[in-house]
């Protein structure tokens, strides 16, 4: 299979699979953007992180998002002005945890194993979101990180003049109030400036980037697990994560064999959350709407927490 058509499939695969995440993260950002003022959202969220950051880690933990379906949602958020706080624990716990997951990792990893993948996802994606809220509360750390920055657009607006106000309170004049046509070509406005033109822009981008990885540079699973249960094997277990995309569904019968030959379970766990949400296809997407200090912060969260996660679970 030559490199267009591959390209070619995995889009028709993702298009198939996820049109009803991309449709949903089209209508929240088009609906964000004309019935709420997303300025005040923001300031509300900042002042109620304590709300909006266990409602993201649930979404996130709760949906089975992959890795685009999560892209496509978190850019909804973001052309919306949501708290970085938000979005980062949405980010970080999405791609990590859900049902369908937990009972694949309990068939074959055992139901210790999948409820501590579960508790871990919950817990960094908590953990992330408070730290971005301070950061960003506090300093400039995610100023200027997010590359489709949303410019000026010359929008459809609903505007109530004077005359228009005396027309609303004229009984001649009562029934022709044309604010709901004028909210109605304002959404559909969105859709299209919003949704296609840059929430499916990057979404298409995203797996394009990512995909080109995986093709170029296929992933070996061969890789050198220490058998204890120690720090040092859960540090190799995480580290060696980074740069795969593990797919859980193909990826658990073979952790599984590791296992029974003799692998550490924790250096396991710690792989599985590095996997999950890194790997060289998952951070070269993001790379095409995130900037350095944005991508810095998700990758170096990502990975001293698996090594602590996998080494609480040597504990265990």
Not at 8 to 27: P, T, V
Not at 44 to 68: E, N, Q, R, W
């Amino acid at each position: 299979m030559n490199y267009i058509t591959y390209i070619l499939n995995e889009l028709a695969y993702y298009a198939k699979n996820d049109w009803y995440i991309i449709l949903i993260g089209i209508l929240i950002a088009a609906s964000m953007k004309v019935f709420v003022d997303p300025e005040k959202l923001k300031e509300k969220l900042l002042k109620h992180s304590k709300v909006a950051i266990p409602a993201s880690v649930g979404l996130g933990a709760f949906t089975p998002l992959c890795a685009c379906g999560t892209m496509a949602v978190v850019l909804s958020l973001f052309l919306t002005n949501m708290p970085w706080g938000a979005v980062m624990a949405f980010l970080i716990s999405s791609p990590l945890t859900s049902p369908a997951e937990f009972f694949f990792e309990g068939s074959f990893m055992g139901w210790k194993f999948a409820t501590a993948m579960m508790v871990a996802s919950i817990m960094m994606g908590l953990i992330a979101g408070y730290l971005a809220t301070l950061l960003e509360k506090k300093t400039a750390f995610f100023e200027g990180q997010f590359r489709l920055k949303d410019k000026p657009t010359e929008t459809p607006s609903v505007r109530i003049d004077s005359n228009m106000h005396e027309s609303l309170f004229s009984i001649a004049e009562a029934a022709p109030v044309k604010v709901p046509y004028e909210k109605t070509k304002a959404f559909l406005f969105e859709i299209w400036n919003t949704g296609v033109k840059k929430i499916m822009l990057y979404f298409i981008i995203f797996i394009i980037i990512g995909k080109t990885v995986e093709y170029v540079l296929p992933m070996n699973w061969e890789m050198p697990f220490l058998t204890e249960d120690s720090l040092l094997s859960v540090v190799i277990g995480s580290t060696v994560g980074l740069p795969l995309y593990v797919n859980y569904a193909s990826a658990l019968p073979l952790l599984k064999t590791m296992v029974n030959s003799g692998v550490s379970e924790a250096a396991i766990l710690a792989f599985l959350i590095a996997g999950k949400a890194t790997g060289i296809p998952v951070i070269a997407g993001m790379a095409a709407f995130l900037r350095k200090r944005a991508l810095a912060y998700y990758v170096l969260f990502i990975w001293i927490s698996a090594i602590i996660a996998g080494y609480i679970y040597t504990l265990l």
